[in-house]
């Protein structure tokens, strides 16, 4: 071939490389973003440093606050299935008629009314997020607590292409390894550990094994850590840190707890810093929360937990300590840093804000309930929420009592169903609900009342009814 002849060869090769870079470049720049869920278990709202506290130090979450934005008004269910339920669905746990933990609390003759019968798994005929990510060509993985039903119903037959320590149950068998219970099968997806190896420990190293192996795609991630959840255990070095730094003038002083949350933090960085170390920050999608509020009465050893003041009660009431939870988001180039809002949103929303960043809002099926956060986290538009709905018909085992709740602008409104009475409060000037406005504003009651009414009707919220079995002086244990 004549060197002329040779020299263009060359060109159009280079050229032809050129053009495939830039092509692959323009595909890079197009790629859906990864997402990475955090899901805590029984963290209270004001269990964070950035949320107030002095005593439980959070360094890795107060810095993806300070890099993302921060919701000071979420709400989620006041115990955890349901809040599970609606994130993976988008679906009002009214309307999946999951409205308890499961599989729920029973039954007993101190109470005045009987609960409804709750579905006791996710219906495999809902599309969850997992689905519609994995058809759209993420990889997918949920690692840690599922609590949404058994064999047949697992995160793998919810649309995950991999599980890792999730299943029916809503308790760990331990937090430290071999992870066994009486009576109860080994995790799923963990092997042989090292004696000692702490639970939230393990499933951070296995998520951050997922981040690695699917670097090169995009990926969701769903963490769901069993912690803070009981049993209270934690690394014995860490609870004598907090032993010695427990004050007087502190709210909260449970050192085991404080331990946990610690260890809890430190997955948040490592995920974090996988992330970092491999160039996706800036493509990825993080978010933080958790699945209701802190549990703030004595249920075991090493209880209460927490406090969740200002917010008055905590798990299992429809008061705000029991619905208000973190939420953090951070997503570079999308989310300003260090902002904060206060405008009222569900957990639920979760659903259709993975879906809108993925590029997937058209997957959805009608009849979800979740509207996409995206215009407040870009200050792009309305976040379209009108009102914040809860329904809880069932008696709580930390003393919550069966009821239902609306929240819209500054006002809260509480229906308590064993006698009906209803409670009143502006949450906005009143965040810890000392004063009850129901006598005070009748009107605005009625009106919230009856627009809480017809909001269970649209989703077929189901009712409870009297207990035959009723006698007001019987014994009243918690059971779980």
């Known amino acids: 071939m004549p060197q002329s002849d040779m020299r263009a060869g060359s060109f159009q090769v280079i050229g032809l490389l050129l053009l495939a870079c830039n092509i692959f470049a323009g595909a890079s720049d197009k790629r859906p973003p990864n997402i990475v869920l955090i899901l805590a278990d029984d963290l209270g709202w004001a269990d964070l440093g950035c949320q107030g506290s002095p ?26 299935s349901p809040t599970r339920a609606s994130v993976m669905t988008g679906k009002h746990p009214a309307r999946l008629r999951l409205t308890d933990w499961l599989p729920g609390r029973k039954d007993m003759p101190s109470q005045k009314l009987q609960r409804p019968d709750i579905r006791q798994r996710l219906p495999r005929a809902e599309v969850t997020v997992a689905e519609i990510l994995t058809h759209a060509g993420y990889a997918t993985v949920a690692i840690g607590k599922w609590h949404l039903g058994g064999p047949g119903f697992g995160p793998t037959d919810q649309g995950f292409q991999l599980n890792i320590a999730g299943d029916h149950r809503g308790t760990p068998p331990g937090y430290f390894a071999p992870y066994l219970a009486t009576n109860q099968p080994p995790l799923p997806g963990i092997g042989e550990s090292e004696a000692g190896e702490y639970l939230t420990d393990r499933l951070t190293a296995e998520a951050e094994k997922f981040i690695e192996q699917n670097a090169s795609t995009p990926f969701f991630l769903y963490l769901a850590q069993y912690a ?43 995920i974090v810093k996988k992330l970092e170390e491999l160039n996706l920050t800036d493509r990825t999608l993080v978010i933080f929360t958790s699945d209701n509020g802190g549990l703030s009465v004595r249920e075991g050893p090493r209880t209460p937990a927490t406090s969740n003041a200002p917010l008055r009660a905590g798990k299992g009431h429809l008061y705000e300590g029991g619905l208000r939870v973190p939420l953090i988001i951070k997503w570079p180039g999308r989310v300003k840093p260090g902002s904060v809002t206060g405008t009222p949103v569900a957990v639920l929303d979760l659903f259709a804000t993975m879906l809108d960043a993925a590029g997937q809002r058209h997957a959805a099926r009608s009849g979800t309930d979740s509207i996409s956060l995206m215009p407040l986290l870009e200050k792009s538009g309305r976040y379209r929420r009108d009102a914040i709905y809860t329904h809880y018909p069932h008696y709580s085992n930390q003393g919550g009592r069966p009821g239902s709740a609306i929240r819209e602008s500054d006002f809260k409104l509480i229906e308590f169903f064993e006698d009906n009475h209803l409670e009143l409060y502006n949450v906005a000037a009143d965040i810890g609900e000392t004063a009850d406005l129901a006598k005070l504003m009748p009107t605005h009651a009625s009106y919230l009342h009856s627009k809480l009414r017809k909001w269970r009707r649209r989703v077929s919220a189901q009712m409870m009814e009297p207990n035959p079995r009723y006698r007001p002086f019987s014994s009243n244990p918690a059971v779980k």
């Open 55 to 80: 005593f439980y130090q959070t360094p890795h979450l107060d810095e993806l606050a300070a890099d993302g934005m921060r919701f000071t008004t979420a709400y989620a269910a006041p115990v955890c």
């Open 228 to 270: 803070v959840h009981i049993p209270i255990s934690a690394k014995t070095n860490l609870i004598e840190k907090y032993e010695a730094f427990r004050q007087p003038n502190f709210t909260h002083s449970n050192a085991v707890y404080a331990a946990m949350i610690e260890s809890l933090d430190e997955s948040a960085g490592r």
